[in-house]
């Protein structure tokens, strides 16, 4: 079994920064990518950003210049530095981490971590 656990979140004012870590433990052959999605209240959850093993990385158009991920593949962590915070930020944070299978991947998800973005 594959544990993820998030922290970092909080109630931060428009502008400001938050960083959120994630942590991935247990029966981890090899992880393929890491990564954050966010879900909003009322709407579907949708990628915010994501990194490989080789470190290709994907970020959302909403949040490019803003966020940047990274990764420290030896300690099975992903770290999401959030700059120029904005309201529509507001969300529960997931970290998503993607174990490689026999064929492809299975995907493991944290509890989630709330961010509030608000003056």
């Known amino acids: 079994q594959v544990q993820v656990v998030e922290s970092g979140g909080g109630l931060v004012q428009p502008g400001e920064s938050l960083r959120l870590s994630c942590a991935a433990s247990?029966?981890?052959?090899?992880?393929?990518?890491m990564g954050w999605y966010r879900q909003a209240p009322g709407k579907q959850r949708e990628l915010v950003t994501s990194?490989?093993?080789?470190?290709?990385?994907n970020y959302a158009d909403s949040v490019k210049g803003r966020f940047t991920i990274s990764r420290d593949n030896a300690k099975n962590t992903v770290f999401l530095q959030m700059n120029s915070l904005k309201p529509e930020d507001t969300a529960v944070y997931y970290c998503?981490?993607?174990?490689?299978?026999?064929?492809?991947?299975?995907?493991?998800w944290g509890q989630g971590t709330q961010v509030t973005i608000s003056s």
């Open positions: 998503n981490v993607k174990v490689r299978a026999t064929t492809g991947w299975v995907d493991y």
């Open positions: 990194i490989t093993s080789g470190r290709i990385i």
């Open positions: 247990g029966s981890i052959s090899s992880i393929y990518a």
